[in-house]
């Protein structure tokens, strides 16, 4: 019996040690997608590519009808152009596009989207650009206001009356 013990004592910690060496541990990763119309976005862009294959490097106004705002950018880099808009504003190519239809211009949101370009490359060129206090280039795109919203979550700022001073503030 006072041997029993011991030898039973080393086989269950051997077993269980053996068990534990035998298991290769689960890493888990969580995976967060914050951009929820990505999928869809990749479905469509998956499609291009694919109907588009030689054509990457080609001027996308040589490919696609109705280009203004962004002439002279190529096939890849107009699609990349417009996965970031779609991210920014968090909506997928059916919010500005007839996905049998590329072309069509029936959504409002193509006219909303070359004025908010020309904004957004003013904004960029005449007012941030001359900002000397900041490290240069200061930029601001879509995502600058929308913040993954399809209307920006503001009207802006709002007007404030100028803060009083305290009593025996010295300019």
């Known amino acids: 019996m006072k041997l029993l013990?011991?030898?039973?004592?080393?086989?269950?910690?051997?077993?269980?040690?053996?068990?534990?060496?035998?298991?290769?541990?689960?890493?888990t990763t969580k995976v967060?997608?914050?951009?929820?119309?990505?999928l869809d976005r990749e479905?469509?862009?998956s499609f291009l590519k694919d109907s588009l294959k030689g054509k990457e490097s080609m001027v996308a106004d040589s490919v696609f009808k109705n280009i203004k705002s962004l002439k002279g950018k190529s096939v890849e880099q107009l699609m990349s152009?417009?996965?970031?808009?779609?991210?920014?504003?968090?909506?997928?190519?059916?919010?500005?596009?007839?996905?049998?239809?590329?072309?069509?211009?029936?959504?409002?949101n193509h006219l909303?989207?070359?004025?908010?370009?020309?904004?957004n490359d003013r904004l960029n060129r005449d007012l941030l650009s001359q900002m000397k206090g900041?490290?240069?280039?200061?930029?601001m795109g879509c995502i600058s206001c929308h913040n993954e919203?399809?209307?920006?979550?503001?009207?802006?700022?709002?007007?404030?009356?100028?803060?009083?001073?305290?009593?025996?503030?010295?300019?």
């Open 134 to 139: 900041f490290r240069q280039p200061i930029t």
């Open 81 to 108: 152009i417009m996965n970031n808009w779609g991210h920014a504003l968090g909506v997928t190519c059916k919010f500005c596009h007839e996905t049998t239809n590329w072309a069509s211009e029936k959504s409002r």
């Open 43 to 45: 479905k469509y862009l």
């Open 5 to 27: 013990l011991p030898v039973l004592f080393i086989f269950i910690g051997v077993s269980s040690f053996m068990s534990m060496s035998e298991q290769t541990p689960q890493v």
């Open 32 to 38: 967060i997608i914050k951009d929820t119309m990505m």
């Open 112 to 119: 909303r989207t070359r004025e908010m370009i020309v904004m």
């Open 149 to 171: 919203m399809k209307e920006p979550p503001h009207d802006g700022p709002r007007p404030q009356a100028p803060r009083q001073r305290p009593e025996g503030a010295k300019n």
